[in-house]
Nanobody, 126 residues
Framework: VQLQASGGGLVQPGGSLRLSCDASGFTMDHHAITWFRQAPGKEREGVACIVNPDGYTYYADSVKDRFAISRDKAKSSVYLQMNSLEPEDTAVYYC????????????????????WGQGTQVTVSS
């Protein structure tokens, strides 16, 4: 199982970025993919999750109405469109999945996931 996160960078406040998570080694169709982020000195927090196969999504309150998670089944990829970025969004962003028993109510808990991508840095600064 491999997850490859990409798309991070430096952006000004109010700007946008699109992160990609490319999955391989498993069938994404039956597993949730979740984006987490971790800022220096802070705990890793769940940002957005998409549940397969139904496509149901979950968002952290702090990013609702600004971020959107989507998928491309044909490419085995999940995306995180981030708009109206704020300095508080600065963090390393990771994508993760769980192949074991997983409960949607715990989508935001990092311990629920056993496979992680390498992370991509997002910096929001003027």
């Amino acid at each position: 199982v491999q997850l490859q996160a990409s798309g991070g960078g430096l952006v000004q406040p109010g700007g946008s970025l699109r992160l990609s998570c490319d999955a391989s080694g498993f069938t994404m169709d039956h597993h949730a993919i979740t984006w987490f982020r971790q800022a220096p000195g802070k705990e890793r927090e769940g940002v957005a999750c998409i549940v397969n196969p139904d496509g149901y999504t979950y968002y952290a309150d702090s990013v609702k109405d600004r971020f959107a998670i989507s998928r491309d089944k044909a490419k085995s990829s999940v995306y995180l469109q981030m708009n109206s970025l704020e300095p508080e969004d600065t963090a390393v962003y990771y994508c993760a999945t769980a192949l074991r028993q997983w409960y949607a109510s715990n989508w935001h808990i990092s311990a629920e996931y056993e496979f992680w991508g390498q992370g991509t840095q997002v910096t929001v600064s003027s």
